[in-house]
């Protein structure tokens, strides 16, 4: 009886061995489909169309048939005119032939596993100028053509996390460092006894053209003991860092070549400028876990919140994520559209983001629940996205971006008008 209490050991391996199949494909999309089934009355786009001109770069996994190569889901990138809700392009690169270029390295050696086809996440893709993508899965840094082939792919480390351009072009990615550029005395040498987050500057051609240890940012600006107390108990991930937003003009509180960072792990924002290796501000104490951090105007910046505690039962969001904004000026924390929010059930746990747009309005990742949002700033919703396959599974996205700017919209039109 599958449902008795009373299987023995062999019995039970013996039913997952009658069920290898379906148990094996579960294994393998286990991480991409939403834990929990929500939403239960929307696929897709649902509410209305926006009229300004703005586009949406989809990054989702595609649980669907593939009916191109004939093979089960895998992650695509849509572009989407949000004036129609209409899918423009769409970019499926082949990973498992991307993948076979890499080479033998110890850091990569369950990349054909881990990021196959079927299971690689298309993470935060930035939109280039000639069509192309740039985007990671804790992989390689890849760059695909506007025809979805490989350009170049960066495998000095494991690339992660968001992807911003900075005033000069290049691209601000996290990366695991190995060997670490922590001291040996402190976390040993042994890879996977520690993850050396680092801050990395990208050429348009993919080489690094600097690149610095999170952790000895910390120990010199004398922060040290953040990432290795006394009391409490060793952790080999003190950082966690998620986010690198460049700043691309000077203002009161901040220079060009600036960078925030996220560090969940440490729920804080930083802002460090590298020309100095001076951590110029901190922020804490108004987050927890959150991801995102993006620069408003000369002195405020917003924050997604994921409010994400580990109780007694386990970890949870507390209540719903959160925009908090951070006036410098004033020295003051504020909500934003925070009854929204509540009201939509906006929970994502490991993973979101949130941007507020120019002109007040908010777009809403809930990566881990496979849903956007787009709010106006009198708090209404415009329209929501769920990705749910023809089998009714809703699977994650994987940070999409709003292009809105005047720069993002020339930039999809050239692309659209050569798709023509």
């Known amino acids: 009886m599958v449902g008795s209490a009373k299987l023995g050991v062999i019995s039970q ?19 991409l489909v939403t834990k929990e089934q929500r939403f239960t009355n929307i696929s897709g786009f649902h509410g209305s169309t926006i009229e300004e001109e703005a ?24 572009l989407v005119d949000l004036r ?23 850091e990569f050696e369950n990349l054909k596993r881990d990021k196959n086809a079927k299971r690689y996440r298309l993470w935060h893709p930035f939109l280039t100028e000639d069509g192309g993508l740039i985007f990671q899965d804790n992989s390689p840094l890849v760059k695909i053509d506007k025809n979805s082939q490989l350009v170049w792919q960066n495998q000095v480390d494991h690339f992660h996390h968001s992807i911003e351009q900075d005033h000069e072009g290049n691209f601000w990615v996290p990366t695991n460092i190995y060997p670490y550029q922590v001291d040996k005395r402190y976390v040993g040498l042994k ?31 004398n922060l040290g003991f953040l990432l290795f107390p006394i009391t409490g108990f060793y952790t080999n991930d003190p950082i966690h860092l998620n986010d690198i937003q460049p700043v691309l003009t000077d203002g009161p509180y901040w220079k060009r070549g600036d960078v925030f ?15 100095t290796n001076k951590i110029i501000w901190k922020g804490v104490g108004h987050t927890i876990q959150q991801h995102d ?15 994400l505690y580990l109780f007694h039962d386990g970890q949870k969001v507390d209540g719903s994520n959160e925009i908090i904004v951070y006036d410098f000026k004033i020295d003051s924390y504020s909500k934003y559209l925070d009854e929204s929010l509540k009201q939509y059930d906006v929970r994502s746990t490991e993973n979101g983001r949130g941007q507020i747009l120019g002109n007040g309005d908010l777009f809403i990742e809930e990566t881990d629940s496979g849903r956007l949002l787009y709010f106006n700033k009198d708090t209404s919703v415009q329209w929501q996205y769920v990705n749910r396959a023809d089998n009714g599974n809703v699977y994650k996205v994987k940070w999409s971006r709003i292009l809105y700017k005047p720069e ?7 692309i659209i008008e050569a798709e023509n």
């Open 13 to 31: 391996a013996a039913l997952f061995l009658a069920d290898i199949p379906a148990n094996l494909k579960l294994m393998i999309i286990g991480d």
């Open 84 to 106: 129609s809700f209409e899918v423009k392009k769409t970019w499926r690169p082949d990973m498992d032939q991307i993948n076979a270029l890499v080479d033998n390295l110890p």
């Open 293 to 307: 951090v993006d620069i408003l105007d000369d002195h405020r910046i917003s924050i997604f919140n994921n409010n």
């Open 261 to 275: 960072l996220s560090l969940r792990n440490q729920s804080m924002i930083v802002l460090y400028r590298p020309s």
């Open 408 to 414: 993002d919209i020339k930039k999809v039109r050239k």
């Open 191 to 221: 890879r996977d006894t520690y993850n050396d987050d680092a801050i990395t500057k990208v050429s348009p051609d993919g080489d690094i053209l600097f690149q610095k240890s999170v952790s000895n940012i910390f120990i010199e600006n």
């Open 55 to 78: 586009y949406l770069l989809l990054s989702k996994y595609d649980g669907n048939k593939d009916k191109y190569l004939f093979h089960d889901g895998r992650s695509v990138v849509e």
